[in-house]
Nanobody
Framework: QVQLVESGGGLVQAGGSLRLSCTASGRSSSSYAMGWFGQAPGKEREFVAGISRYGFTTYYADSVKGRFTISRDNAKNTVYLQMNSLKPEDTAVYYC???????????????????WGQGTQVTVSS
C-alpha cells in the first residue's frame, strides 16, 4: 500500500505558474504508474496528466497539452506537475493517483487507479 500527499497548490494570476508535488510513502513509487486529476467546482474529477513507472511515457489531456508537464523522481518518491500559462479554467482541486502495475498503457480514468491523495487547491484569478 502507498500513501500520497500533494503539495504546492495556491492562488496565482492568469498566465502564472505553479508546481505541484505528490510524495509517496509506504512503498517505492517506482512500483506505480501515476496520474494527476483535477476537480473544478461543481464538476466531476477529470484526468490531467499521467506518467509511467520510470517516466518514459507521459500523456496529457488536450486542455493542458503544451502548458503542463508531468515528471517524476523515483529517488525522492515524488511526482511533479509543472503548470505554466495558467488559466482561470484551470482552477480546481488537483489530486495525485497511483496504480501498482508493470504495464505501461495510458490510464485516463479514475477507476484505473487504486490510491489517491487528499488533493491540493489551485486557484487562478483573471
Amino acid at each position: 500500500q502507498v500513501q500520497l500527499v500533494e503539495s504546492g497548490g495556491g492562488l496565482v494570476q492568469a498566465g502564472g505558474s505553479l508546481r505541484l508535488s505528490c510524495t509517496a510513502s509506504g512503498r517505492s513509487s517506482s512500483s506505480y504508474a501515476m496520474g494527476w486529476f483535477g476537480q473544478a467546482p461543481g464538476k466531476e474529477r477529470e484526468f490531467v496528466a499521467g506518467i509511467s513507472r520510470y517516466g518514459f511515457t507521459t500523456y496529457y489531456a488536450d486542455s493542458v497539452k503544451g502548458r503542463f508537464t508531468i515528471s517524476r523522481d523515483n529517488a525522492k518518491n515524488t511526482v511533479y506537475l509543472q503548470m505554466n500559462s495558467l488559466k482561470p479554467e484551470d482552477t480546481a482541486v488537483y489530486y495525485c493517483a497511483a496504480k501498482q502495475t508493470s504495464q505501461t498503457q495510458q490510464r485516463r480514468r479514475e477507476i484505473e487507479y487504486d490510491y489517491w491523495g487528499q488533493g491540493t487547491q489551485v486557484t487562478v484569478s483573471s
